[in-house]
């Protein structure tokens, strides 16, 4: 929760130090796009290596590595040395490292609580990770900025370097792992990952509509600072607000997530946050008012959160333990494809049609997210064995 707390100084600062360099959409956007494409390369990969090594100590060095290149970017940006290509080579160094850290921390996780427990797990740990990430931390970018363009980014690397600390020196026994056939690669891993998440019906659907989620908000995240500055004619202050009362809803999300899996499943509690979002990307793109922005940036956070919490767990319930890495690392690698695609046409969309255009967009592919999950959303999910194969289930209790 340290880092994330300093990540979401950065990344709410990114965008304001993108717009200062250009007010071009497409470059803009191409910030955001650049921070999405190594799930693309290294996706895989990282969810491979992930299921070999000791989790606790590959987190903990991708948050030494990370807080090093931050406060080196704080440096250039305190000289004056700031430029587009920097804030795309950051973005991109970052989400490289990012691939590991993410499946390590999904794939550790069901190894420290019982599976019936994930889905509290899963928001407990979201939820916190918005406390910091977002009520705390987005308030702070303006006074921030405020005083230097750097300090963002130099509170950033302070965060993930004590982060990493912390993980360091936690005392967590590694999770028993059943030896590898001889022979095997990294390459036949990761295709069985893949080929996994391919043959259940209901994960392949999630990854589908996720994916379709994603470019959506790839397009409106991309440009909501140009959304919020230029269409709404708002300052820093208000765009910061916008981001905090997403971070709010989705704070608020981690503690109905759970509540709504329960009494309709977790498949239909995916199809109702994704209703209440494409409703709410309509209102956002459709109102020309602060105030329409802020309850639909509320809504999308509370539902968003939902998502994710029932998503992340439905995939990890799903998943035999020796291939949760694999298979969050297929399905993330496939979903988040979206969000570079996404960045790049809001941007062009906004350039052609408006700068609420990749609003408008987004709802369409959210509608078209919720339709694609109906064919498995009639009852709910079973869980599999914990070590069988994915395509044998059990009934869950």
């Not at 948050?63 to 804030?87: E, K, N, Y």
């Not at 740990?125 to 921030?144: D, N, R, S, Y």
């Not at 759970?258 to 990307?281: D, E, H, P, S, Y």
């Not at 291939?323 to 062009?348: D, E, K, N, Q, Y």
Request: hydrophobic share 55%; net charge positive; glycine share 10%.
């Amino acid at each position: 929760m340290v880092s994330r707390f300093g990540d979401a100084l950065r990344n709410t600062a990114l965008p304001l130090v993108a717009v200062r360099l250009s007010d071009e959409p497409l470059v803009v956007a191409s910030v955001t796009a650049c921070g999405y494409v190594p799930w693309l390369l290294f996706g895989l990969l990282g969810g491979a290596v992930a299921d070999r090594v000791d989790q606790r100590r590959a987190m903990w060095a991708v948050d030494t590595v990370r807080g090093l290149l931050v406060a080196g970017f704080a440096l250039a940006v305190a000289l004056g040395h700031a430029s587009i290509p920097l804030l795309v080579a950051l973005a991109f160094s970052l989400t490289t490292l990012q691939t590991l850290f993410d499946n390590a921390s999904t794939a550790l996780l069901p190894s420290l609580v019982d599976r019936e427990a994930l889905g509290g797990a899963n928001a407990r740990l979201m939820t916190g990770q918005q406390l910091a990430g977002g009520l705390l931390a987005g308030p702070f970018v303006p006074l921030l900025l405020g005083v230097a363009a750097f300090m963002p980014f130099a509170a950033d690397a302070g965060t993930c370097l004590l982060a990493a600390a912390l993980v360091a020196f936690l005392s967590i026994q590694p999770p028993q792992r059943q030896p590898r056939p001889a022979g095997s690669t990294l390459r036949a891993e990761i295709r069985e990952g893949v080929g996994a998440l391919w043959r259940d019906r209901t994960l392949r659907a999630t990854c589908l509509a996720t994916l379709l989620c994603n470019i959506g908000m790839g397009a409106l995240i991309a440009t909501l600072v140009l959304h919020v500055t230029r269409w709404l004619h708002a300052d820093n202050a208000e765009y910061a607000a916008a981001m905090t009362a997403y971070s709010l809803g989705s704070f608020t999300g981690g503690f109905l997530a759970q509540r709504i899996a329960r009494r309709v499943g977790r498949v239909r509690a995916l199809l109702f946050g994704g209703t209440v979002q494409t409703a709410a990307l309509l209102v956002m793109g459709g109102v020309r008012h602060l105030a329409a922005l802020l309850v639909s940036m509320l809504l999308l956070g509370v539902m968003g959160m939902v998502w994710n919490v029932n998503q992340v767990t439905l995939m990890q319930r799903r998943s035999p333990e020796a291939m949760v890495g694999r298979m969050a690392a297929a399905f993330r690698t496939a979903s988040t494809s979206g969000a570079p695609v996404g960045a790049v046409l809001g941007g062009a969309v906004a350039h052609a049609f408006g700068l609420n255009g990749p609003a408008l967009l987004a709802a369409l592919l959210f509608a078209l997210a919720v339709t694609s999950l109906i064919p498995v959303s009639k009852t709910d999910v079973p869980d599999v064995a914990p070590h069988g194969d994915v395509t044998t289930a059990r009934a869950a209790r």
